[in-house]
């Protein structure tokens, strides 16, 4: 008998602990997880998250690598090969996605789950399918948005990223190895990760949450069963998880999002300024005292940053009322503006405080064009480059695809006419004969494509 009450004793002071713990480590206002048989349960947020979290099946085809010689008329005769190229092969792939807007069908993933996708199949926790259609994406965020039948849909409503400091709790749902609906748990491990070489707009959360691949494009939710985060990115000897997980922030991915459903696209904007992080040495140089900001290094000529009066040496402290961090922060936050809003600019000048206004406009490099005086090169989207033309996206089966051309070729030269910007592409396509040469940069290596 004494055994038994010493055993309820430890178990009570267990329970009465584990309380304790609950309520001191969970913040005001957060969920906190209900008791189940006189344990804590994440069962009940599950249950109301899980449903809005679906998973992605991309269908695509992949052109075979050919040698640049096999596409030469001249050489297929010349060694007897037919003259049909090889079709693309067939691929799967798999990923997640959240819905994110029950009412209009919008899930939301990531940019390199449904990249080059012919057919995107969203199926959801109760096993109903439907056939996506692909809205937008950016590749910049690794953000991409779907829509679906609105039909009986759970919406996962979103949260604030700006709010989450390390060491909150979170959960990460989505569909690792195609396995199906998993859930992992773990905390925030940082924020505002950068430097990673991941995507052009770098801002991530960092966890400790098992992500894997599959996962991309999943939730990550907080306490309260919002949405903070889209998993998109892990770090791991072979692709597996080590515990370090990276997310876009939902406060970005909104930004996107929004764009996305206005304009099919992400219009970046621009103040026309070159900006680096502010570090101790660079401040004590420039004989400011702060230790977070931008310093500007360069105003380029006639931009929205010359006309606010925006000076090199300036440091920015803060955008429209909130602290900048450093070059990361700011380029991100101008980047998604809209274009032509106002900004407020907080700027530190030889010690003494001001407030600048200044407009946002595009950033001209993300323009992009589909050439329309070569039916040749239908389905390929150009955009200006550093050394010529670059192939910002070439359509599945399109023409331009069946001609050899792929995405992140640059376009140096047309029938042996140099050009350097998409203007100049297209007064060389309409000057061309029947037979286009294209001088090609593919990578490290320089190449010639013949398209009849």
């Not at 040698?67 to 092969?89: C, G, I, S």
């Not at 230790?291 to 090199?312: C, F, L, N």
């Not at 946002?360 to 239908?378: D, H, M």
Request: hydrophobic share 45%; glycine share 12%.
């Amino acid at each position: 008998m004494n055994t038994l009450r010493a055993r309820a004793c430890r178990l009570a002071l267990v329970g009465a602990g584990a309380a304790l713990l609950l309520s001191a480590t969970f913040p005001a206002g957060a969920a906190l997880p209900a008791w189940g048989q006189g344990f804590p349960t994440l069962a009940p947020l599950i249950e109301q998250t899980t449903p809005a979290v679906v998973n992605i099946a991309v269908a695509s085809r992949q052109a075979a690598e050919l040698n640049p010689l096999l596409r030469d008329p001249f050489f297929r005769r010349f060694f007897n090969l037919p003259d049909q190229m090889p079709e693309a092969r067939p691929q799967m792939s798999a990923g997640s996605g959240v819905i994110v807007d029950a009412a209009k069908g919008y899930v939301m993933t990531n940019h390199h789950v449904i990249d080059k996708a012919s057919e995107v199949t969203v199926t959801l926790k109760d096993k109903r399918q439907f056939k996506a259609k692909v809205l937008g994406s950016d590749p910049g965020t690794d953000i991409a948005l779907l829509q679906i039948d609105p039909d009986k849909l759970t919406v996962m409503p979103m949260g604030d990223s700006e709010a989450l400091k390390v060491g909150d709790f979170v959960v990460a749902i989505g569909n690792p190895f195609g396995l199906g609906q998993t859930v992992t748990s773990g905390i925030v491990s940082a924020l505002s990760r950068t430097g990673l070489n991941l995507e052009g707009y770098e801002d991530f959360i960092q966890t400790d949450a098992s992500i894997n691949p599959g996962n991309s494009g999943g939730a990550l939710v907080n306490l309260k069963g919002e949405l903070i985060g889209i998993n998109t990115a892990i770090i791991g000897p072979s692709g597996g998880n080590v515990g370090i997980g990276f997310a876009v922030p939902v406060n970005m991915a909104r930004s996107v999002m929004e764009q996305l459903v206005q304009y099919g696209e992400v219009r970046r904007g621009r103040l026309g300024i070159v900006i680096q992080d502010l570090t101790p040495d660079v401040a004590k140089a420039i004989g400011v005292e702060v230790t977070a900001g931008a310093v500007v290094t360069q105003v380029e000529k006639g931009s929205p940053a010359e006309r606010a009066g925006v000076q090199a040496g300036d440091v920015v402290t803060g955008l429209n009322g909130q602290p900048i961090r450093g070059f990361s922060d700011l380029r991100n936050q101008v980047g998604l503006m809209p274009i032509g809003a106002t900004v407020r600019l907080d700027i530190l000048r030889k010690g003494e405080k001001k407030t600048l206004s200044a407009k946002v406009e595009r950033f001209q490099g993300e323009t992009r064009a589909a050439i329309e005086a070569s039916p040749k090169l239908a389905g390929a989207e150009f955009q200006d480059g550093r050394e010529g033309v670059l192939v910002a996206e070439v359509a599945q089966g399109s023409p331009a695809a069946r001609a050899g051309l792929r995405r992140g070729d640059v376009i140096t030269g047309v029938n042996r006419k140099p050009v350097g910007n998409v203007k100049e592409l297209e007064g060389a396509l309409k000057d061309g004969g029947k037979v286009l040469a294209l001088n090609l940069r593919r990578g490290d290596s320089n190449m010639f494509l013949l398209i009849q």
